[in-house]
């Protein structure tokens, strides 16, 4: 499983289902968090856009068509995905294309550190 955890809260509604069918299969896996799942969540991203996602059929055209803006579209929404596109706007001089919000703290330093003497931390 990723280190990935998504808050989106037209998403969560389908994890609970999700973690609750899994709880309560005969195999359960108590481990099993949905909203954990990246994949899982780009499918669900997809569809909410009227399409159709499955990673090794079209995933690349999916990803293309993706509208990031909405995605995005909320301060506190996608923090791991804005920590990465943080990293590559900083290293090209140009503003966040997500717009405002706040990165993972995991993987972003600090306003205050000088990330100009920074690599990368998202690839």
Do not use: I
Request: proline share 8%.
């Amino acid at each position: 499983m990723e280190n990935f955890e998504c808050r989106d809260p037209l998403w969560l509604p389908n994890c609970t289902a999700e973690n609750q069918r899994k709880a309560q299969s005969p195999n359960p896996m108590p481990w099993w968090r949905e909203e954990r799942h990246p994949k899982h969540y780009l499918e669900h991203l997809v569809a909410r856009n009227d399409g159709f996602y499955e990673e090794v059929l079209g995933g690349n055209e999916a990803l293309k068509a993706l509208d990031w803006h909405q995605v995005a579209s909320g301060a506190q929404s996608v923090s791991f995905a804005r920590a990465l596109f943080e990293d590559v706007a900083d290293f090209f001089g140009v503003p966040n294309p997500l717009g405002q919000g706040e990165p993972a703290s995991f993987t972003y330093p600090e306003r205050r550190v000088d990330r100009s003497r920074l690599l990368l931390r998202n690839l």
